[in-house]
């Protein structure tokens, strides 16, 4: 009666978690009363008599406890002390339910977690042993790049701090704009155009060329201010690429490939910057001009260097077709065999053919 008063006091509880618990506690503590009451199950202070004399079992004779082997009767035993094991746990998580049911609900809510706590270590959560898994701590794995994941080697000093890595990628980094570099609050701090006191400068021939220059003097001057691509300056200005990817001496402009988004961005210079130093490399325009002649002239000889080459091999191949076809000419003629009529041999009955040029003779059947 004491064990359902509890039950029905812990049900008034205001969490529906607490009652829900400790319902079910309620009907594990009828379960094992009833148990307990049970003339079956021996009590726990309770020895098991050396003096039984035998036991009725559901299938077969009874069977006297004498009869019982030693490793039978050690499992009994086993078995029973588990049981006694699991009750006395069972009653433990009773009185501490009973005990919680009997407080407030404001010392239940205050004592969550060490009560939460207190009823796992009487009854742990259930573990699947049959699951085989491997935990790994992602913050210690390098990704290679190719599909795989490797162990970060910390004794190496390349490496960088995994805690100091993730807290510099979440760290929020804004993005810089730089302001527009012919704008400014005062009057004199403008830039001004190199050709003209003009202040509309270009602020992208600004920015990515350092020269100031309006757009008026650009759009008049493209002899000056036009924009080269990379391939226009090797093939015009004879230059090589590690002199156009040197950034001190061009410094370039980077724009989307126009003809295809997925080609490599399209590299621009600035064309008075880019004939200043062609003409110092070549010793003026009419050096530049110079070397461009040489270098038609010189590519002209190669082309008709691997035409006479391939004239000569297509004639060598010719003349051997030819001798070939004369040596197949004075080559004798083949016999060919001109049979005549089939005859039949009067000794051996089978047909026979005879050449006439040659006299060879061939047995040959008629249908």
Known sequence: MNNQASIQQASTLSSPEASLEVTS????????ASSSSSPDIPDATSAPSPTATAHSETVGRPVARKEISPELQAKIEKNRLAALER???????LRLLEALAASDSAFFDANAKAINKAMEEVEPLPKNNWTKFYDYDLSKMKDTRAGFIRPIDEDD?????????NERKRKWQPTLVEDDPSVFYGA???????????????????RNFQVSVCIGCRDTQPERYSLLTKTECRQDYLLTDPELR???????????????ATWNNMILYLRCQVEEFAFKKWGGSEGLDQEFERRERDKEARKELKFKKELRDLRNKTRT???QDKKMKNRPKVHQHDFGAVVVDPKTGSSVQTCIECGIQVECEEF
């Open 246 to 260: 040197d950034d001190e001496l061009f410094p370039h402009w980077e724009r989307p490939n126009p003809k295809k």
């Open 157 to 165: 000093p390349s490496n960088p701090d995994p805690a100091e890595e």
């Open 188 to 206: 004199d701090d403008n830039y001004e155009c190199q050709d003209c006191t003009s202040t509309d400068v270009d602020v992208q021939i600004l």
């Open 321 to 323: 077709s030819v001798w």
């Open 87 to 93: 009750r006395a746990e069972h009653q433990k998580k």
């Open 25 to 32: 506690t309620a009907k594990v503590s009828k379960a094992i």
